[in-house]
Nanobody
Framework: QVQLVESGGGLVQAGDSLRLSCAAS????????IGWFRQAPGKEREFVGV????????EYTDSVKGRFTLNRDNAKNTVYLQMNSLKPEDTAVYYC?????????????????WGQGTQVTVSS
């Protein structure tokens, strides 16, 4: 019943920007934290960032701090991940996530609801 759909991925060059979207349905979106994770080929899925239910608080993994920014539009049930100054090491499938607890844990397996993912490829 809960559905998360990512969009906005693509192929870009190093230094370029992309904005990913996560559209949600079937949950109390306006009171639910939304997380972003990514998984590169041959690597484990890793935490990227999380935004609180109100959008007032965000947290990011060290490798993307200063380059990635999360925001949300609760009226549209959508969270955005703005990615600037992209690097080849950012190449991965990006997923958004939520949980029935309405909180996000940094361990991917601790979150119940996931989107299908969107591919981001950054060339050098």
């Amino acid at each position: 019943q809960v559905q998360l759909v990512e969009s906005g991925g693509g192929l870009v060059q190093a230094g370029d920007s992309l904005r990913l979207s996560c559209a949600a349905s079937g949950l109390s979106f306006s009171t639910t934290a939304i997380g972003w994770f990514r998984q590169a080929p041959g690597k484990e899925r890793e935490f990227v960032g999380v935004i609180s239910w109100s959008g007032a608080t965000t947290e990011y993994t060290d490798s993307v701090k200063g380059r990635f920014t999360l925001n949300r539009d609760n009226a549209k049930n959508t969270v955005y991940l703005q990615m600037n100054s992209l690097k080849p090491e950012d190449t991965a499938v990006y997923y958004c996530a939520a949980d029935k607890s309405r909180r996000i844990t940094k361990r991917p397996g601790g979150n119940e609801y996931w989107g299908q993912g969107t591919q981001v490829t950054v060339s050098s």
